[in-house]
């Protein structure tokens, strides 16, 4: 079994397949890819401050090479001024996530 594919204790490695499967389950309650329901709630009442970054071992990521990009991105101002452009966001999404979609061009699963 190589490295990237030998389990972390108590955390499952994932692959695209299986969290297509899991997002699929989600599609006929709350749409496709509306995991992490009560955090989406909570966010729906204004409760609470958005959704948690969880960061989990996964196996073939689409556009994952962004994320290798972020910490230089961070260190030279990326969020600088992000808020007097975006205003005040409040929601399930943070300025983090919805700058991150943008560039990426990503249309929300929800």
């Avoid at 389990?7 to 709350?30: C, H, L, W």
């Avoid at 966010?43 to 948690?52: D, L, S």
């Amino acid at each position: 079994m190589t490295k990237a594919k030998e389990s972390i204790p108590g955390r499952e490695i994932t692959t695209k397949s299986s969290r297509n499967t899991v997002d699929a389950k989600y599609a006929d309650g709350f749409g496709t890819a509306c995991t992490r329901v009560d955090e989406r709630i909570d966010a729906a009442f204004g409760i609470g401050n958005g959704a948690i970054i969880r960061f989990e071992p996964c196996l073939d990521v689409p556009e994952g090479g962004v994320l290798s990009a972020l910490p230089a991105l961070l260190a030279n101002g990326l969020l600088h001024g992000s808020e007097a452009l975006l205003g005040q966001v409040s929601g399930y999404y943070h300025t983090l996530h919805l700058l991150i979609i943008a560039g990426l061009h990503v249309s929300l699963p929800d």
